[in-house]
């Protein structure tokens, strides 16, 4: 049944801006019809994306916890873990074996993957373990405490050569096939898509680092000559695996996403929580000793990606973090991934303060709809990008995405708040949430000025532009972690 047959609530102009009624009735088609196909998501009701993509799916997981479907979750997450590749720990970020042929969009790049059968050579970013601990307290508040446990379980997997499967699959991979060496711990990403911001210039060195801005024509061409150069280095001369290798297409492409990193650094954490519960479930005392073990090297790598991200990342003249090349050079693009290190449970406090200064400034992401995929000071903001323009400013050069207004408030404003209260620094901690709460607001509102969900929005009007039926963007709905720390804060001023 194509989504247009279906029971959707549609709305015109004169429903906007939207009641939290409606908006929770057009998440509730997108999540259980639109956007549902049997055992997982797509991103979009209609054909633009029609398969199963990793973090889009990571998120639907997160989303449908949120939403006390975790039964729904934990099938997404079981169904996007059939793909993932057991002899490397492998997750492809787009997934051409859940729908019956490709598109057009997805050629030439297609031809040059190892295994197109199955899905894309480039993984994104792991926020698996995330949607893992979602789905396990989704269960929990349902009263469902044992099923939560079982779903943990099954989803902690193994990391054994040969058989990588689930959480401790994903970080196998990263471990083993994308650190900069063994004394380095930052993790490389092999082609811009990976980081899942496709289009973002900090991933692209030789954009960055040029006069005036890219041709159209020229980049479009650059980026198919990168992917078939990438599928030609990285060929598995077996056959067998899905990725392409690393080691090999280093040497045309690799780039430390701060983002990326930052990522890699919480879900460690995440899954060492998901080995301490574990740990706390069982009578065996071998058990609870190797898990042990596995939050102690869980933590110390988190502890370690960190240090290198405030170190090497962190660019003391402008107060703000970039990306690194090839070389270890900072990429000077002024990208809303250098907002990311406020994830990071070791940020210091001059850092932390930049950034939260950044996110007020109106000359970096203090627009009017936060928050820009581009600071307003870079030469490639655009607002409302469009791909064929004269400026060239594809999707992520200014354009609001409400995935990371999510994740920069729950993971990052919230946990410095909350620290900082610890700290009895009331003040930089009310402050902070003030940051959060106006993000939050503001992108309900962007939601609800919208007749549908759409894939991203201006900073300057909320408008919403170019794919209907975004799913992702319905996490903009879910703000359940800082309104709680909200509640908790103006309970505890009341109480002093």
């Known amino acids: 049944m194509s989504a247009e047959t279906l029971s959707r609530p549609w709305f015109d102009i004169e429903d906007l801006p939207l009641s939290d009624e409606q908006l929770l009735a057009r ?88 295994n197109n059968r199955v899905g894309t050579s480039y993984s994104q970013p792991p926020i698996n373990a995330w949607a893992a601990m979602e789905t396990y307290e989704s269960f929990s508040a349902q009263g469902r405490e044992d099923e ?107 780039v430390n996403d701060v983002m990326f990193n930052a990522m890699h650094a919480k879900n460690l954490r995440h899954l060492a929580d998901i080995a301490g519960i574990l740990s706390d479930t069982t009578d065996s005392q071998q058990q609870k000793e190797q898990y042990g073990q596995e939050i102690l090297k869980y933590r110390t790598i988190a502890n370690n990606v960190e240090k290198e991200i405030l170190d090497r990342m962190w660019n003391s003249s402008d107060g703000f973090f970039y990306n690194l090349d090839e070389h270890g050079e900072q990429i000077p693009v002024e990208s809303v991934t250098g907002l990311f290190a406020l994830m990071l449970d070791n940020i210091r406090d001059k850092q932390a303060t930049s950034l939260f200064n950044k996110l007020e400034d109106g000359g970096w992401f203090g627009t009017p709809y936060p928050i820009p995929s581009h600071a307003v000071r870079s030469r490639f903001y655009d607002p409302e990008p469009a791909w064929f323009n004269r400026k060239f400013t594809p999707w992520w050069s200014g354009s609001v995405w409400l995935s990371p207004n999510e994740i920069l408030t729950e993971e990052g404003l919230v946990r410095r708040a909350v620290a900082l209260l610890a700290r009895g620094e009331r003040q930089q901690a009310e402050r902070v949430m003030k940051i959060g709460g106006h993000i939050a607001d503001k992108t309900v509102e962007m939601l609800a000025i919208n007749p549908k969900s759409m894939e991203y929005y201006s900073p300057i009007t909320g408008k919403g532009m170019r794919v209907e039926d975004f799913m992702w963007s319905q996490i903009g709905l879910h703000f359940e972690k800082y309104r709680a720390a909200a509640e908790a804060m103006r309970a505890g001023k009341q109480a002093a």
């Open 27 to 114: 998440e509730t088609w997108m999540m259980e019809e639109g956007n549902w196909r049997e055992d997982h998501s797509i991103p979009s009701a209609g054909n633009h994306y029609r398969y199963m993509w990793k973090w889009d799916s990571l998120k639907a997981v997160a989303i449908n916890a949120r939403r006390g479907d975790p039964d729904r979750a934990a099938l997404e997450f079981a169904t996007l873990e059939q793909y993932r590749d057991p002899q490397t720990g492998f997750m492809p970020n787009k997934i051409f074996a859940t729908a019956s042929h490709k598109t057009w969009r997805d050629y030439p790049e297609a031809w040059n993957f190892n």
């Open 148 to 254: 939560g446990l079982a779903f943990l379980a099954s989803a902690y997997g193994m990391a054994e050569p040969g058989n990588y499967t689930g959480l401790q699959g994903e970080h196998a991979y990263f471990i083993n096939h994308r650190q900069n060496s063994p004394d380095d711990p930052l993790i490389g990403v092999v082609h811009p898509n990976e980081t899942g911001r496709d289009s973002d210039q900090a991933n692209k060195p030789w954009e960055a680092f040029a006069k005036g801005l890219p041709n159209a024509k020229r980049e479009w061409l650059h980026m198919q000559k990168l992917g078939y150069d990438l599928g030609r280095l990285g060929r598995d001369p077996e056959g067998k695996r899905i990725d392409w290798i690393p080691e090999q297409t280093r040497q045309k492409y690799w």
